[in-house]
């Protein structure tokens, strides 16, 4: 090369373009991934010009060369993995085709679970933001807004963010899932009374006189039936000393859904009756087609339901829910020693994990009553005998 003449080096690096001299007006070029170009705009930020797999391009800005090459890294990254470059659909447009296109063929109470978590704590938030949008922080500001209610709520508004932009991220309208990692805020309150004692229930179905009540709180309480099942349950479901599980009555607003499906396939099963049910169902007036209806022998509505459970509640020697009923009948195949493969058949848990949940539960018990039991054999009482070493009667 003469002296004197410029040497220009021919590289795949950003180099200014020689035609402009202007700071403000240098057009920055590669040729790498594509054909790229930078330039300053009036405004002093950069913009940048990315070609993507389609052939389409997309303008990207910042106020320095770095933002610029991070925005367009990005942009790069999502038309790799396959994210709608670009994709301005809104979280409400998502959720309306969410619902619809995944949660159509659920249980009607199931899909007014998700509507109601959607419209009353996550739409006012971030509805009408775009789903590319919605970051990790925008996520926590809407459980922050749930934070004071009750953790079961919680759950069902984190489940329904979680599965919104899951699904999302499937479709390929975004590259992350800005829920990850986000958790519920967890109470410091006492811990609800799952299930009653032995005593407890003896003193439950003295106590109960209503015969549609007793006959509910018995097929909860001997045959460990959800609520939806027994208000389901038919006089033709009984055959001799077993019943079967059929169908279920959910809720639509006040009236039954005609869609009687089960929560799963495991729920359909066959449960044997013991004694003590079999009386109460001996004693109950045949009102309809259902064990326990309205008291015109319709089936059961949401109203006739929670008058039937005042009922109940009115009459109970002791805190009593639904849902404990069934808790108990699950103890009580724990203290039986039931095994837990045959246990979880009679509840119909769809995994066995459910199942051993209660037991390890039940079993952390025992384990702490145990305590009780050494400090009166090391501290010698005369009372303390071998009978009394049993922790839990009847399991082996």
Known sequence: MRPGRAHHHISNDIVP????????ERIFSCRKDGFYFMKKRKDGRYQKKVTLSDGRQRMVYGRTIAEVNQAADVLRDQDRQGVAVGDTTTVDEWAKLWIKTYKSDLRAGT???YRNAYNNHILAGIGVMSLQEVKPIHIRSV??????KSESLQRQVLQTLRQLFSTAQQNGLVSRDPTAGVKITPHARPKKKEYLTLDEQQALMAAVTDPRARCFVGLCLYCGLRR?????????DIQGDKLTVNR????LGNQPDPVQELKTKSSHRVIPIPQPLQVILNEVPRLGLHLVPCADGRPMTQI???RLWDKVVREAPCEVRPHMLRHSYATNLYRAGIDLKTAQYLLGHSTIQMTANIYTHMEKEDAAA???QLEKYLSGEPDFSKSSQKVVSGRK
């Not at 459980?143 to 004071?148: D, K, L």
């Not at 279920?248 to 809720?251: K, L, R």
């Open 17 to 24: 373009h020689p035609a402009l001299k202007s700071k403000r």
């Open 143 to 148: 459980m922050q807004g749930v934070a004071g």
């Open 248 to 251: 279920a009555i959910t809720f």
């Open 304 to 306: 006739a339901f929670k």
């Open 111 to 113: 899909i007014t679970m």
């Open 228 to 236: 939806e099942e027994a208000l389901g349950l038919q006089w033709g």
């Open 370 to 372: 145990s305590v009780v």
